[in-house]
């Protein structure tokens, strides 16, 4: 991987991404709705930071991260995916170092997204004051909103692992009120 400055967003989402059940709860919806899940946990990094959730602020937030998800990590996961099999026609170590020199660049360029987030929220933003749960959840569900995605009763266990994850479960009627 590249080398990025140290960052608490960055370690935030690593760590979040390492807890039980998270990252294939976070797969599941971004294979389900396409969900920018570099996005989705820089929502959540903000809320634990930041008591005050974004709001109105999230358009531009969401369009910047949706114009660098296009241009920079889907090209790359293409590709990624692609080699998954087709490296396969090269010899294994040629083809398994080509694929792992991919998913390098494609977790690099999410990397960057996050970073790139960060920055303009640290412009948008008054200063942080001590984030919450509620925030958390908050930034979430604007997220979703913000992007169109309609979660559905089938997406609340992933929702709940996510929210678990980052000390926020309980605020998950926030997120997906009960029917």
């Not at 967003?9 to 979040?16: I, N, Q």
């Not at 531009?60 to 660098?68: D, E, F, G, S, V």
């Not at 909103?145 to 929702?159: C, H, N, Q, W």
């Given at each position: ?22 990252a ?26 930041d ?68 920055r ?5 933003c ?22 169109g ?31």
């Amino acid at each position: 991987m590249s080398a990025f400055p140290a960052h608490p967003a960055w370690d935030f989402v690593v760590g979040l991404y390492g807890q039980p059940e998270v990252a294939p709860a976070c797969l599941e919806l971004q294979e389900r709705h396409g969900i920018d899940v570099t996005m989705m946990l820089f929502c959540l990094w903000r809320g634990s930071i930041d008591g005050q959730p974004l709001g109105a602020r999230m358009a531009p937030l969401a369009q910047a991260a949706r114009t660098w998800h296009m241009s920079a990590v889907l090209p790359m996961r293409a590709a990624r995916r692609w080699l998954k099999e087709d490296a396969k026609r090269l010899d294994d170590r040629a083809g398994t170092s080509l694929y792992k020199t991919v998913l390098s660049a494609e977790i690099d360029c999410e990397h960057g997204e996050l970073l790139m987030l960060a920055r303009l929220a640290e412009l948008q933003c008054d200063t942080p004051d001590a984030g919450s749960p509620q925030a958390m959840a908050e930034n979430l569900a604007t997220f979703f909103k913000e992007t169109g995605t309609s979660l559905a009763e089938g997406d609340r266990a992933a929702i709940t692992a996510i929210l678990y994850g980052a000390g926020a479960a309980e605020e998950i009627r926030r997120v997906l009120p009960v029917a």
